[in-house]
C-alpha cells in the first residue's frame, strides 16, 4: 500500500483557533505546527494614530496553520477549516495542500505514516 503524504497549510486570522484544534483532535490530528505572521492580500490597509504619529498599517496579523496527515483525509481537515474560519469578509486566508515525499520523525528514524503517530 503506498502511502500518502499531504501537508495542508492553512493562513487565516486568529480568532476560532481553539474551536478549530479540538474539532481536528476529534478526527484524529495529532499534531500542527502553528507561527504568527503578519500578510496582506485583498483586504486594504488602514490608518493607525500612535502617540500623535500616524502610520498607515498594511500588513495584518495572521497565524500560520501546518497539518500532515496520512490517514486523516484531508477534506476533513478543509471543511473544519472552512467552518471556523469563514466570515464571508476579505482576510479569511488561503488553504495550501501540497504532496509530500516523505516524513522522517528525527528521534527514532521512524518514516512515512509511522512518523507521524504518537507512539512515544
Known amino acids: 500500500m503506498v502511502e500518502v503524504l499531504t501537508k495542508?497549510?492553512?493562513?487565516?486570522?486568529?480568532?476560532k483557533f481553539e474551536q478549530f484544534k479540538q474539532e481536528l483532535a476529534k478526527i484524529g490530528v495529532s499534531g500542527i505546527t502553528v507561527?504568527?505572521?503578519?500578510?496582506?492580500?485583498l483586504q486594504k490597509g488602514y490608518i493607525?494614530?500612535?502617540r500623535g504619529?500616524?502610520?498607515e498599517i498594511t500588513l495584518h496579523d495572521r497565524i500560520k496553520i501546518e497539518i500532515v496527515?496520512?490517514?486523516v483525509p484531508v477534506?476533513?481537515?478543509?471543511d473544519i477549516a472552512r467552518t471556523y474560519f469563514n466570515?464571508?469578509?476579505p482576510g479569511d486566508g488561503?488553504?495550501?495542500?501540497y504532496e509530500l515525499a516523505n516524513v522522517i520523525k528525527i528521534r527514532t528514524g521512524e518514516v512515512g505514516h509511522a512518523a507521524l503517530k504518537n507512539n512515544n
Open 8 to 15: 495542508i497549510e492553512i493562513v487565516t486570522r486568529p480568532n
Open 53 to 55: 504619529t500616524r502610520k
Open 69 to 71: 496527515v496520512c490517514e
Open 35 to 41: 507561527s504568527e505572521v503578519k500578510g496582506t492580500g
Open 94 to 97: 488561503k488553504i495550501l495542500i
Open 48 to 50: 493607525e494614530t500612535y
Open 87 to 89: 466570515t464571508g469578509q
Open 75 to 78: 477534506q476533513d481537515v478543509i
